[in-house]
């Protein structure tokens, strides 16, 4: 894992036996291929942490920087509807910033002034990647039924089938989240983390959150 530096960036910113088989070999390929797409996984790119910092922050306001105000409201929502189950206050910006207010460091000052939060933490898209995995063809072993022979003994009988090999695409989705103390306006943790993009964007939005959770809890920062 690399380790992001502080930054002067801005506040906030073998044969086919039958066809019964033969199905049953395509149903496997597409199970595994639909089960990597569907159930997302979010790998760390890059960490950092200011290690002067030493406090658990309680108050936090959630900030989704989506053009899109569904995806930015999912995703605020459900960051703050988790945070709220560990005992942490947070929330939406999209709940106290019209929709199509643009994020800068001024509108969050003034959303934020009196209210006591503590931190914002903010998401944004760093960019899509496509990628594309060639599985090469194999031979995979398939047990067949069980057959008694005259001495009373239970034989194994294996047989194999030919998978083809086979492209899998997919996305990348690459997000970097950060954390900032808002009496010092300062950057306290940030993270780039890389998804793959399913269909449904909650599983981006679930994964994404959940690896975030289990660092601030790691950083002891909530």
Not at 65 to 76: A, M
Not at 140 to 166: A, K, T
Not at 193 to 212: R, W
Request: aromatic residues 12%.
């Amino acid at each position: 894992m690399h380790t992001l530096r502080a930054s002067s960036r801005p506040f906030f910113v073998i044969r086919q036996l039958n066809s019964g088989i033969n199905a049953f070999k395509w149903v496997c390929i597409v199970a595994v291929v639909f089960a990597l797409v569907s159930c997302s996984t979010t790998r760390t790119i890059a960490e950092w942490r200011d290690q002067s910092v030493n406090q658990r922050y309680e108050n936090i306001l959630i900030i989704g920087v989506s053009k899109q105000t569904i995806l930015r409201r999912l995703f605020e929502e459900t960051f703050v509807n988790k945070l709220m189950q560990m005992n942490v206050n947070a929330t939406t910006s999209v709940s106290i910033m019209p929709s199509e207010e643009k994020i800068s460091k001024q509108t969050v000052k003034a959303a934020i002034q009196g209210k006591g939060f503590d931190g914002v933490l903010v998401t944004h898209l760093l960019g899509v990647e496509d990628k594309e995995v060639y599985h090469p063809p194999r031979y995979r072993p398939i047990r067949l039924p069980y057959y008694r022979h005259y001495y009373g003994y239970y034989s194994r009988v294996f047989d194999y089938v030919y998978e083809p090999g086979y492209y899998q695409r997919y996305k990348i989705v690459k997000l970097e989240t950060n954390l900032y103390d808002t009496d010092t306006e300062e950057i306290v943790w940030s993270t780039q983390s890389s998804t793959i993009d399913g269909d449904e964007p909650e599983h981006v939005i679930n994964s994404v959150i959940k690896k975030s959770l289990k660092m601030l809890q790691k950083q002891r920062l909530i």
